[in-house]
């Protein structure tokens, strides 16, 4: 009786997270299309907090381009996410207008436009209360369409953007008409630097901040190591949370491959093995779109 007169407030993911996320920019920054001077294609996949059951498992799909000039860049973003019983789908277009302000430095500013579609298995689960109602409803299908904006400030060697990929809390609600629960809003703040130690490494330090309401709010303090313009090492902390090593291999100046692993900083051997994300991105050399910009290190 005294603890239920003391409730307390529970906090949990809703939107995906990303350990490579430099990688996977274009999810969250409208304002990165088109920054690489040609047609850029990536794909990420994520398997969060591995041996826990219903653990959330991404997979996302990036492409982005600029038109005849740098100025303004196109983007596609496909997100397929799914944890426990619940999946969802989203499709995004992106815009992106760029303006120069300096030789070699730009601020863009971007628009995102799609939607979601929504799916809950609830009556699949296995219930200690066979009846209880909040689970009594499945959300088969719902439609979530949003908007989002970015701005993003960058040259060859450094970027430092903000962005709200998501400006519409829209209501989910089951099959019964039910409100289940209301979409929150995303804040991101984001940047880094790249020092030339010597003309054959480098170090990219990076940083990520993400704010929601009603959820926890990560930091992502990172750090990378390039070695001869091929080979990235790098560690990520995400305070309060995780810790992270990754590294990246640059076949060439086209096709890159990256990997990273996760522990929690809770007990992680009581809770899960890790999380595990691999990614890859491919761009389509092409001189008639003139010169690549900021493509090898953002």
Known sequence: ????????????????????????????????????????????????????????????????FPL??????LGLSIVNDKWGPILQ???????????????????????????NTYHARFTDLELNDPIDPSFA???????LPNIGFGALWHSDIFFLGFSAPKLFRNNIVDDSDKKVYR????FYAMGGYVFFISESVKLKPTFLYRWSEQTPTYVDLGGNILLYDRVWFGATYRLMNSY???????????LRFGYSFDLTTFHENMVNSGTHEFTINYEFQNSRRGKRYAARYF
């Open 1 to 64: 009786m005294l603890l239920a007169l003391c409730p307390q407030n529970a906090k949990s993911q809703q939107d995906p997270i990303y350990t490579q996320y430099l990688t996977n920019l274009l999810s969250i920054q409208p304002a990165y299309a088109g920054i690489s001077g040609v047609l850029s294609v990536a794909a990420l996949s994520r398997a969060q907090w591995v041996g826990w059951e219903g653990a959330p498992n991404t997979n996302t799909f990036t492409m982005h």
């Open 68 to 73: 005849k000039s740098f100025n303004v860049g």
């Open 89 to 115: 789908n989203g499709l995004y277009a992106d815009y992106a207008y760029r303006i120069q302000l300096q030789p070699r430095q730009y601020l863009a500013l971007g628009i995102k436009a799609g939607f």
């Open 137 to 143: 409803q499945n959300v088969n299908f719902r439609l």
């Open 183 to 186: 979409e929150v809003l995303h």
């Open 244 to 254: 992270a090593l990754s590294f990246q291999f640059n076949v060439n100046a086209q």
